[in-house]
């Protein structure tokens, strides 16, 4: 754990395979395929599959996901005092051609609209209130993207600019290609991947036949202020 630990802080990301069992990722397959695809928190086109807010979608998930691994994780990565503010399920299956270019993840789901300092960037996608908060908070949100299949290159892994989440907003124009360098996170199906939110990342387009199906969840520390609330707020349970 020291050692991922440390290429979190550093880095920004690390990579920590085998969490879940084949027996437990078929389990969390076996409960995504129960889903509802008529709520609007789903979305599904001819290569792209997602469910938003799927924790709150799909309840079973919850008691899969949260093993003694994740927990134990969690704890030592990133703090008991943890919750989930968002969660998200999606495939990126063999016909996709979609590719998502340098970017940060800049803003957080919220319960409502309040005009606030430093609050900014308001949006309304799929009846979910977004808007990119302070850099103070941002700096407390890390993601863990458990994966269901081996991802690489060939379907669509992410890939990053190590240490790109230690200068604060980071615009994709200016990344000096001289003195940064990507890196390719292949995960293997059962691992999971911790990152910081404001880490530079990117994916290219599947080349493969094969899928590429990630949990997508993102886990904060802090209180929102003036009344404003986390839009998907779970607590984790043993």
């Known amino acids: 754990m020291p050692l991922y630990r440390d290429q979190l802080t550093r880095a920004g990301y690390t990579i920590i395979p085998d969490v879940f069992s084949a027996h437990e990722i078929n389990a969390i397959s076996a409960a995504l395929a129960t889903a509802d695809t008529t709520s609007p928190t789903f979305r599904k086109t001819a290569d792209l599959f997602a469910i938003r807010q799927c924790l709150k979608e799909i309840p079973a998930l919850q008691s899969l996901i949260f093993t003694?691994?994740?927990?134990?994780?969690?704890?030592?990565?990133?703090?008991?005092?943890y919750f989930v503010v968002k969660s998200i399920y999606f495939d990126k299956p063999p016909q996709s051609n979609w590719w998502?270019?340098?970017?940060?993840d800049l803003t957080i789901s919220v319960d409502q609209k309040i005009p606030l300092p430093g609050f900014t960037s308001w949006t309304i996608k799929q009846q979910q209130f977004a808007v990119q908060p302070p850099l103070e908070i941002l700096e407390y949100i890390y993601t863990i993207r458990i994966h269901l299949d081996d991802t690489d290159a060939t379907n669509g892994a992410l890939k990053v600019i190590p240490g790109s989440h230690r200068k604060g907003i980071y615009r994709?124009?200016?990344i000096d290609w001289k003195t940064e360098t990507e890196v390719m996170c292949n995960v293997p199906k059962g691992g999971v991947m911790l990152m910081r939110p404001l880490?530079?990342?990117?994916?290219?387009?599947?080349?493969?036949?094969?899928?590429r199906r990630v949990l997508h969840m993102e886990f904060c520390n802090r209180t929102l202020p003036a009344g404003l609330q986390w839009n998907e707020y779970i607590s984790r349970t043993r």
Do not use: C, F
């Not at 003694?68 to 005092?81: C, R, T, Y």
């Open 68 to 81: 003694n691994n994740l927990h134990e994780i969690i704890q030592q990565l990133l703090g008991d005092d």
């Open 100 to 104: 998502v270019a340098w970017h940060q």
């Open 172 to 174: 994709p124009e200016t």
């Open 199 to 211: 880490l530079l990342h990117a994916s290219d387009r599947a080349t493969s036949n094969s899928n």
